[in-house]
């Protein structure tokens, strides 16, 4: 592992289950460090950081990717911080963002029903992507979706 690059991997599975492994010191996914075994998660450490605090980060980076629309996907923390100098992981883990992570953005990656495909219904919370007012809308040939089913 360099100094500058972490492989992390984290799932967030259609039963709610949700795991993280960390690739640079796992990279066969043996080791689910969000597993029951608290000596586990409690003992390890990304990029000199605990899990907990590492997996707030995650957690949110996981809803917006599963949210987006548009150029958003090449983009995702600036999504989460449109006005502030996060661009990677190790920029987010800056203590000056525990607030945001622990109490701003809270929502986490759950799902409502597991479906074959995806639809949004079934899909669980959403990032908001409305917070420059352009709306947060699903269109399909100009008709939002609702119109459609």
Not at 29 to 54: A, D, R, Y
Not at 122 to 129: I, K, R
Request: glycine share 6%; net charge negative; with cysteine.
């Amino acid at each position: 592992m360099s100094l500058w690059s972490i492989e992390v991997l984290q799932l967030a599975k259609c039963n709610n289950e949700h795991e993280l492994y960390d690739l640079d010191t796992d990279p066969h996914q043996m080791t689910n460090l969000l597993s029951e075994n608290e000596k586990v998660s409690l003992s390890h450490h990304i990029l000199g950081i605990g899990i907990p605090k590492v997996v707030l980060r995650l957690d949110s980076l996981l809803l917006v990717l599963k949210s987006y629309k548009g150029k958003v996907c090449v983009t995702l923390w600036k999504a989460l911080h449109p006005n502030r100098a996060v661009n990677c992981l190790k920029d987010a883990l800056n203590e000056v963002y525990d607030h945001f992570y622990e109490a701003e953005q809270s929502t986490r990656v759950v799902f409502d029903e597991y479906m074959r495909g995806y639809l949004l219904h079934a899909e669980g919370p959403q990032f908001d992507f409305d917070r420059d007012g352009q709306g947060n809308n699903l269109i399909r040939d100009g008709l939002l979706w609702h119109e459609w089913v």
